[in-house]
């Protein structure tokens, strides 16, 4: 009797960049994960503000598997195996939950970075300054995560350039002033071609110990 045997397909990282960056473009809707000691992206005790349908933000009940993931070399939103020594803490250090909503894709950068629109209360918009560490979630073409570092940017300009009206569902109209657009700077990114994870390293970011 013959023993089956499987070969995985070792790819380079050029090929593995490569992949992520299709993965990306072929996405329109993302959730984004946000780490922090409190609330993440949405204002204490609101009930779902920013979602479309207004259902609730949080994405992760406690003891769930994607809570806290974490950024390499261990901190909290790394794209660790499950069981790491970073999961569930903030990117500086601080154990804390992770919040997240959808947002939409609405742009890519030949450097895949991700310009994402959603509307974002002063408070969410002041959380992420402080802590501008994401980890982007990918399903549709793929499965796939990254990692990287948040700018909010409320640049008509570039809301001018970028709007379409779908984004009708994220904000009230191009003239809602809590509007804004979430550019996504990678750090680190994984996918999955079955059971088998390929990762890339954008970037090496020193988290300051």
């Given at each position: 009797?013959?023993?089956?045997?499987?070969?995985?397909?070792?790819?380079?990282?050029?090929?593995?960049?490569?992949?992520?960056?299709?993965?990306?473009?072929?996405?329109?809707?993302?959730?984004?994960?946000?780490?922090?000691?409190?609330?993440?992206?949405?204002?204490?005790?609101?009930?779902?503000?920013?979602?479309?349908?207004?259902?609730g933000d949080s994405l992760d009940e406690p003891g769930s598997a994607g809570r806290g993931s974490s950024t390499p070399g261990g901190g909290c939103d790394s794209l660790d195996e499950p069981g790491s020594a970073g999961r569930g803490s903030t990117p500086g250090g601080e154990c804390g939950s992770s919040d997240g909503r959808p947002m939409a894709l609405?742009?890519?950068?030949?450097?895949?970075?991700?310009?994402?629109?959603?509307?974002?209360?002063?408070?969410?918009?002041?959380?992420?300054?402080?802590?501008?560490?994401?980890?982007?979630?990918?399903?549709?073409?793929?499965?796939?995560?990254?990692?990287?570092?948040?700018?909010?940017?409320?640049?008509?300009?570039?809301?001018?350039?970028?709007?379409?009206?779908?984004?009708?569902?994220?904000?009230?109209?191009?003239?809602?002033?809590?509007?804004?657009?979430?550019?996504?700077?990678?750090?680190?990114?994984?996918?999955?071609?079955?059971?088998?994870?390929?990762?890339?390293?954008?970037?090496?970011?020193?988290?300051?110990?």
């Open positions: 009797m013959g023993i089956a045997t499987a070969t995985l397909e070792m790819r380079t990282p050029e090929e593995t960049r490569e992949r992520l960056h299709e993965l990306v473009k072929a996405t329109r809707t993302v959730i984004v994960l946000h780490a922090t000691a409190g609330s993440a992206l949405d204002e204490p005790g609101s009930a779902g503000r920013g979602t479309p349908g207004g259902g609405v742009k890519t950068g030949d450097d895949t970075t991700m310009y994402l629109a959603t509307s974002l209360e002063a408070g969410p918009a002041e959380e992420l300054a402080r802590n501008p560490r994401v980890t982007v979630v990918l399903q549709g073409a793929g499965y796939a995560l990254l990692t990287g570092e948040a700018t909010l940017s409320r640049d008509r300009a570039l809301i001018d350039q970028l709007w379409v009206d779908t984004w009708r569902q994220w904000a009230r109209g191009k003239a809602d002033p809590t509007l804004a657009i979430v550019i996504v700077s990678p750090i680190e990114g994984s996918y999955w071609e079955g059971s088998e994870r390929q990762s890339y390293v954008y970037r090496i970011v020193d988290d300051g110990g």
